[in-house]
């Protein structure tokens, strides 16, 4: 159908038409395009900043993926963004807009810490168990509060999901700037530190720790689940097309609660690995919005567990590149700049999944 | 009455992508006629009404008004030029009173809103041409009838010297189609020119003046009427000599296999839609439901399969109790269903054939047997349906979107009968389909009957209902009218009770068994 069309030369019509599939191209060139896009405005905001773009970009990529130390930070920021990543890009696999990653993967930093907390002398192979356990636990049930008005009385759950964020973030300074703030930390809102065995171990004398393991077999369960099962079956049913799904006889309220708290314990389980392995105490602000920043993952993988590996590899390149340019005087936010417009972009050009824009030479009658 | 060319529509073509919906189409219409564009689905019909109607662009080809070139930018613009056009689904704001729809948006209305006066004017133009509303009515309170006068006045309020009508019976009684078209006849003879776009051949041949046939985006005919017959316009619409597939034999029912007890339910907006309907239907047996669309067919049709809860009564399946069973469990009881929606419901249209074929199976052991799906069976069965049903795609793989109608309905059955029901609940079963298609369905349905499954067929067309049915139902306002024996039934009759007039006044010369249960 002709969506609107526009005079651009008298000797051409530009107009959109709607396609009936998208092609494999567009469903590849689109990200691509989208993070070609960002660089070309995200530079000229960068200029305008009065740095040059091309030194900047530069200087990221380098600092992120072409020295060692700079790919094993990035690996290490990698990994609870794959994490909350497959949370999200589960949840959306459904049409389930969860958009509250960064609460459930605060709150199972908080359950995480806890176990370790009260377990000072436990064994690893007691207290680590325990805490993953625990993270997963806590992600699930802070999902499932958006999840079941969502699934009984139709709330909408992008609302709920992202205000109960705030509700877990504020939990969490609570408790490390009171009750469990640890009275050796001279007034720095940090809880103790954790024993030895509840950290997970890192590779060698790297920072990269054995949370990478776990992202990476999250990634092949969940591609068995959404692909080799009948819970998948039922999933991608539900997110295509709530009526097929009803007339088929899914149960679509038990889906949407599970496969919520499903993405909440995903999320929650990069909380614990991320305080664990990096952090070995809770403490305020410890993500850098890594919940957020797996929406942008999710979308730009199309949902696809593997994609998601690899764009998380991507976004903490970004992470760690910014970082690293701030000793130039580049601003943080530069980063959460580029990040927002990769998305806006990706929006932007699903566009094209759905309709071809057709320049065409006009006929001479 | 004029005779002059009004309109003229010469060497149209339409491109979408893959497809040329319309390849230089001639089509002329005249002042005070009135002109059937008859056609099959897909053969072109509305891609060309709605170019005259400013919807699309076409890709080459002109339109004249009275001899002027006009190029359309937007359906706007048709409508200042006098084209209206009468949709299939009425656009009509249910909340407003039936002169608030008419003169809504209108160009001719003033800066201020006077109602008094723009009543007065809607009235003078119900009593021109003869079509009784009431102005002050608001449109939800009106029948599907009377909200088609609401939508045509619009038109001729706005100055509509064309008129177009998309499928204009498909929701009427026999009764409100004969209402409709002595209507249209005024207009003509007040020298409008009215366009109706149909495939029915019995209608054009009542009430058109002249007929211009399109098949496969061509046009291929243009016919007085006077000089054809309803055998030259099915071998010009179709192409072909339509081989009837359908043979049908007595019925030889069985045990009762499905019954309802005086089921009520309510429909989405909590208002009841079902009163009270109690029937059964046997093993081998189909019985049809016919009734105007919208008078509780869909509601019943979601009962029996699970997917609407009753407000009271009961519903008993192979005699057992699945009043409150839900769609699940009548599933696995042998209760396949082909819904009305075949795009949103019955198939989920962007995942692919093989995903398609197991919406239903995917939980069964053989499909699943652990936590795994088998894959390389599920693959083995998709082709298997594919080969028995000869469902043309091009790959197992392919979103099932890009299949005709007649193929996803030959898909949609092929998973429903390979689940070997005992009861089919068949919803507009071919609506929207090609005659071979529909041929092909109708014999599905049939063999599925001999082989001993008892079918219930909702339709509002009553020629499938008296092709296929061996019991007929009709629904009015969700009660049953009356159940008759194919035998006892006949047209006039069936067109009456689906207008609420009373089955057994009707039936009172005829049928002793009408109100067997």
């Known amino acids: ?365 | 009455m004029s005779q002059e060319t009004f309109l003229v529509m010469r060497n149209i073509t339409k491109m979408f992508p893959g497809i040329v919906a319309n390849d230089q189409v001639e089509f002329l219409a005249h002042a005070g006629e009135i002109h059937a564009l008859l056609g099959e689905n897909g053969a072109g019909k509305s891609t060309l009404m709605n170019i005259l109607t400013g919807l699309y662009r076409p890709d080459e080809g002109e339109v004249y008004i009275q001899g002027q070139l006009v190029n359309f930018h937007s359906p706007r613009e048709a409508v200042d030029a006098g084209i209206g056009m009468v949709h299939q689904n009425f656009r009509l704001v249910e909340s407003l009173t039936v002169t608030g729809n008419i003169t809504l948006g209108a160009k001719n209305e003033g800066f201020w809103w006077r109602p008094r006066i723009a009543a007065k004017k809607v009235a003078a133009l119900s009593k021109e041409y003869g079509m009784d509303v009431d102005p002050e009515a608001k449109v939800w309170q009106l029948s599907v009838g009377e909200q088609q006068r609401v939508e045509i006045m619009k038109m001729l309020y706005r100055g509509a010297q064309i008129l177009i009508l998309d499928e204009p019976t498909a929701v009427l009684t026999p009764q409100e189609v004969k209402e409709l078209f002595s209507s249209l006849r005024k207009l003509a003879d007040s020298g409008k020119t009215v366009i109706f776009i149909t495939h029915k051949l019995h209608e054009v041949m009542a009430f058109a003046d002249r007929i211009t046939v399109l098949r496969g985006g061509r046009s291929i005919a243009v016919i007085k009427k006077e000089e054809t017959d309803i055998k030259e316009l099915a071998h010009l619409m179709v192409g072909k000599e339509i081989s009837h597939l359908v043979n049908k034999t007595a019925a030889d029912p069985g045990e009762i296999i499905l019954r309802l007890e005086a089921v009520s339910a309510l429909n989405d907006k909590g208002l009841p839609a079902l009163h009270e309907v109690s029937f059964s239907i046997r093993e081998g047996e189909i019985l049809g439901f016919a009734g105007v669309a919208g008078n509780g067919q869909r509601e019943l049709s979601e009962v029996i399969t699970g997917l609407r809860s009753v407000s009271s009564g009961k519903i008993f399946v192979n005699e057992k109790d699945a009043t409150s069973a839900n769609a699940r469990q009548i599933i696995d009881a042998g209760v396949g269903h082909i819904p009305e929606d075949r795009k949103g419901m019955g198939l989920v249209s962007n995942m692919t054939v093989i995903d398609n074929t197991i919406l239903k199976s995917y939980r069964s052991p053989e499909v699943c047997p652990g936590f795994f799906l088998n894959h390389r069976k599920i693959r083995q069965h998709a082709q298997h349906l594919v080969d028995t049903f000869d469902i043309q795609t091009c790959s197992l793989d392919s979103p099932v979107k890009l299949m005709s109608g007649g193929n996803l309905q030959r898909l949609l059955l092929a998973r429903e009968i390979s689940a070997n029901p005992k009861i089919i609940v068949a919803v507009y079963p071919v609506r929207g389909l090609d005659v071979a298609a529909t041929e092909e369905i109708h014999q599905m349905l049939v063999e599925q009957r001999n082989n001993g499954a008892g079918i219930l067929l909702i339709s509002e067309d009553l020629d499938e209902i008296f092709k296929l049915a061996d019991r007929i139902a009709v629904l009015y306002e969700g009660r049953i009218m009356s159940i008759l024996p194919i035998e006892n039934a006949d047209l006039d009759r069936i067109g009456l009770m689906m207008a609420g007039i009373d089955g057994k006044e009707v039936a009172a010369n005829g049928a002793s068994s009408a109100k067997e249960v």
């Open chain 1, 1 to 365: 159908m002709l969506v609107a069309q526009k005079k651009f030369n008298p000797g051409y019509r530009i107009r959109w038409e709607k396609r009936l599939v998208s092609t494999p191209l567009i469903n590849f060139s689109i990200p691509v395009i989208s993070i070609i896009m960002t660089l070309l405005a995200g530079g000229a905001v960068i200029a305008a900043m009065g740095f040059d773009p091309i030194f900047i970009f530069q200087g990221m990529f380098t600092s992120a993926f072409l020295s060692f130390t700079g790919l094993m930070e990035t690996t290490v920021k990698a990994i609870p963004l794959i994490l909350a990543g497959l949370g999200v890009a589960l949840a959306f696999k459904m049409l389930l807009w969860n958009i509250g990653a960064e609460g459930q993967l605060h709150m199972g930093a908080f359950a995480a810490s806890g176990v370790a907390l009260a377990l000072p002398d436990a064994p690893a192979y007691i207290v680590l168990p325990t805490m993953i356990l625990a993270g997963m636990v806590a992600g699930a049930l802070w999902a499932s509060l958006p999840a079941i008005p969502k699934a009984y009385l139709g709330v909408n759950e992008i609302i709920t999901s992202l205000l109960l964020n705030y509700v877990a973030i504020f939990w969490i300074d609570y408790l490390v700037f009171g009750p469990w703030r640890d009275p050796a930390a001279l007034g720095f809102p940090i809880t103790k530190a954790f024993g030895q065995a509840a950290r997970l171990p890192m590779f060698g004398d790297t920072r990269v720790h054995t949370g990478l393991l776990i992202a990476i077999a999250a990634a092949i369960a969940l591609y068995i689940i959404l692909y080799h099962s009948k819970w998948g079956c039922e999933i991608r049913v539900i997110g295509e097309s709530q009526g097929a799904a009803r007339y088929a006889g899914m149960n679509i309220r038990r889906n949407i609660i599970l496969v919520m708290m499903l993405s909440g314990a995903l999320a929650g389980l990069a909380g614990m690995v991320e305080i664990s392995a990096i952090h070995a105490r809770l403490q305020a602000g410890f993500s850098p919005g890594f919940g957020y920043t797996a929406i942008i993952i999710a979308s730009l993988a199309r949902m696809h567990p593997g994609w998601v590996i690899l764009v998380s590899f991507l976004m903490s390149g970004l992470l760690v590149g910014g970082f690293s340019m701030q000793i130039h005087g580049l601003p943080v936010a530069t980063v959460q700049m580029l990040q927002g417009a990769i998305l806006f972009f990706l929006l932007g050009g699903n566009i094209l999944t759905r309709y071809r824009l057709t320049i065409r030479r006009k006929k001479v009658a």
